[in-house]
């Protein structure tokens, strides 16, 4: 066996110019008094190689005695210790990635799967508001579950949906950095969430105007504006504000409007299209809007595109009401309910409502349109306030 550790501190220091030798490879070549580095020589497939450990005095005789001892470690075991080490070091240079970058990367390879390809930046800003500004410069192999549960604490209970919403999109990025070859703990965010606990909220509905009320506030959008329009469509066909914004003209046949099943809520990925019955002050209010159609988009905005989701609910915010659009899928079915004798699965239905379960769909595939035609016409006329009698559905 080669004898070791044949230098001494002593010596390294004070000797001249020249080329000393530790043993096991371990060489000390002097360029002066002051300085030198050191070079560990191997011998991996039949092939000498020479490694660097370092510069002399910066790297210490003990520092590089550890230095050559690793690496003739990963020699004993097969490899070769400089492309090893490139290795490594490539590895490390991958693990520095921040969790920022992480997740704008995130963000962009799912953008074809989100609304409008995420365009209003949903998506993003939870992380975005929440998680990045106290993680987003963190190299994500570091972020653990201790990070995540003291960044989400703040608003684990008090913004429940806002924070669960936060630790959804953070686990999506920590995969993604795991695929993308970092090392990560994917596990982390179930680790956070078990820290965290189960949360306390009271949920809050969107408030809805009462369905007594709708009449009234139907005849108060009076204009012939892209808003007025829109607001008074949502109204007579119950359907969500995404559905209108994007309604297009090639969407519409006689009196059927057909929204893909894509664009529904909790229906993606699948292909069943949802047909819309379009009353009669439905109709005429599609005539109007196609004066304004731009692109085929029954509702555009002033710019380009089509309106913003906020656009009806400012209208109503600067009418001082705490109500908005969405409600008045509620002000519909509270009216279903106490003003008519629909079926659950036709009132169900009317909303766009998955009715059952997957064996229950499978037998019974009615979208009962026909029932639907009459209850539209009949809550068109109630809101329009052709009348306001009990209907009966059967």
């Known amino acids: 066996m080669r004898e070791l550790n044949k230098l001494s501190a002593a010596l390294v220091r004070t000797a001249p110019l020249g080329k000393y030798g530790d043993g096991g490879g371990l060489w000390l070549h002097k360029a002066g008094q002051e300085g030198g580095k050191w070079i560990l020589l191997v011998t991996i497939h ?13 790297t210490s005789l003990k520092e590089a005695r550890s230095e050559a001892e690793k690496w003739r470690a990963v020699v004993r075991g ?19 990635n921040i969790l920022s970058d992480v997740a704008l990367d995130a963000f962009e390879s799912r953008k074809a799967e989100l609304k409008g390809d995420g365009k209003a930046g949903r998506w993003f800003s939870p992380l975005e508001i929440h998680v990045l500004p106290r993680l987003g410069k963190v190299p994500v192999s570091e972020i653990d579950q201790i990070d995540i549960r003291d960044t989400l604490a703040p608003i684990w209970h008090t913004k429940a949906m806002t924070a669960r919403k936060a630790m959804n999109r953070l686990s999506i990025c920590m995969k993604h950095a795991a695929a993308l070859g970092y090392d990560v703990d994917i596990q982390a ?56 914004r994007f309604m297009h003209v090639d969407q519409i046949e006689g009196d059927v409007w057909t929204i893909e099943g894509e664009a529904l809520k909790g229906r993606k990925g699948k292909t069943t299209d949802f047909r819309v019955p379009l009353s009669l002050p439905a109709l005429a209010i599609i005539e109007q809007a196609r004066a304004g159609a731009r692109d085929g988009f029954l509702f555009p905005s002033a710019r380009k595109g089509v309106i913003s989701d906020a656009t009806m609910s400012r209208l109503m915010e600067r009418r001082s009401m705490v109500e908005r659009p969405h409600g008045f899928r509620s002000s519909f079915r509270d009216w279903v309910a106490e003003k ?45 306030a052709k009348q306001a009698t009990i209907v009966r559905i059967c």
């Open 189 to 244: 965010t179930e680790k956070a969430r078990a820290l965290l606990g189960t949360q306390r909220h009271e949920i809050k509905h969107i408030p809805a105007v009462h369905w007594q009320d709708v009449p009234a506030f139907y005849s108060s959008l009076e204009e012939n504006t892209t808003t007025h329009l829109a607001l008074r469509l949502l109204i007579l066909t119950a359907v969500r504000s995404k559905s209108i």
């Open 78 to 96: 097969g490899k070769d210790p400089i492309k090893e080490r490139e290795r490594l070091a490539r590895a490390a240079q991958r693990n520095l």
């Open 46 to 58: 039949g092939k000498r190689r020479e490694m660097g450990l370092g510069a002399f005095p910066e």
């Open 340 to 384: 008519t004798n629909t079926p659950h699965d036709v009132a169900e239905t009317a909303l766009g409502h998955i009715v059952g379960g997957a064996v229950e769909r499978a037998y019974k595939r009615t979208d009962h349109f026909e029932q639907r035609q009459v209850l539209m016409q009949r809550w068109a006329d109630y809101v329009t």
